[in-house]
T-cell receptor, first 113, second 109 residues
């Protein structure tokens, strides 16, 4: 499978715990995006990387959220001190530089209890 | 005002019908436009990009109206398998994309 992959697919955690999600983009794609989607809404942009550089962050991304893409390949999204309002689907997408067509991974569904 | 707005639907149509959705965007500087399809509890899948001249892919036709700031998606000869939520996405050239909340389509036998 040469598409975008995400791990884990599901995560249940207790409020206050830290969680980390991983995204592996399509191999030749140097742009990587993180989104959050809640029921009945479209994906909301969180952050964007070009290679290893984080070039854009949404105001939605509070200081409890951090994302990295250390070698310009896979990326991680960490949420510290999770809150119930963090429950959502976290989607990763990738694209080629110069093209805006994004391809999404299957998402990580987070439930904070 | 939201960056991108869509009628949530649902649009309930019989098989074989033609159905059209619109998506309005608020920022006239928007540059790139896309339609995605999302099945329940799945990730969005790119359906088509929307070019200034419009584009067609089989039963699907997308149009852009810059003057009125909307994009449209037309589906001809609807199939049961077209049942899904259709999301529009808009980019202002700053590598940040704005998605609508989606329009739900139910195609019934």
């Amino acid at each position: 499978d040469t598409g975008v992959s995400q791990d884990p697919r599901h995560k249940i955690t207790k409020r206050g715990q830290n969680v980390t999600f991983r995204c592996d983009p399509i191999s030749e794609h140097n742009r990587l995006y993180w989104y959050r989607q809640t029921l009945g809404q479209g994906p909301e942009f969180l952050t964007y990387f070009q290679n290893e550089a984080q070039l854009e962050k949404s105001r939605l991304l509070s200081d409890r959220f951090s994302a990295e893409r250390p070698k310009g390949s896979f990326s991680t999204l960490e949420i510290q001190r999770t809150e119930q309002g963090d429950s959502a689907m976290y989607l990763c997408a990738s694209s080629l530089a110069g093209l805006y067509e994004q391809y999404f991974g299957p998402g990580t569904r987070l439930t904070v209890t | 005002r939201k960056e991108v707005e869509q009628d949530p639907g649902p649009f309930n149509v019989p098989e074989g019908a033609t159905v059209a959705f619109n998506c309005t965007y608020s920022n006239s500087a928007s540059q790139s436009f896309f339609w995605y399809r999302q099945d329940c509890r799945k990730e969005p899948k790119l359906l088509m990009s929307v070019y200034s001249s419009g584009n067609e892919d089989g039963r699907f036709t997308a149009q852009l109206n810059r003057a009125s700031q909307y994009i449209s998606l037309l589906i001809r000869d609807s199939k049961l398998s077209d049942s899904a939520t259709y999301l529009c996405a808009v980019n202002r050239g700053e590598n940040k994309f704005y998605f609508g909340s989606g329009t739900k389509l139910n195609v019934k036998p």
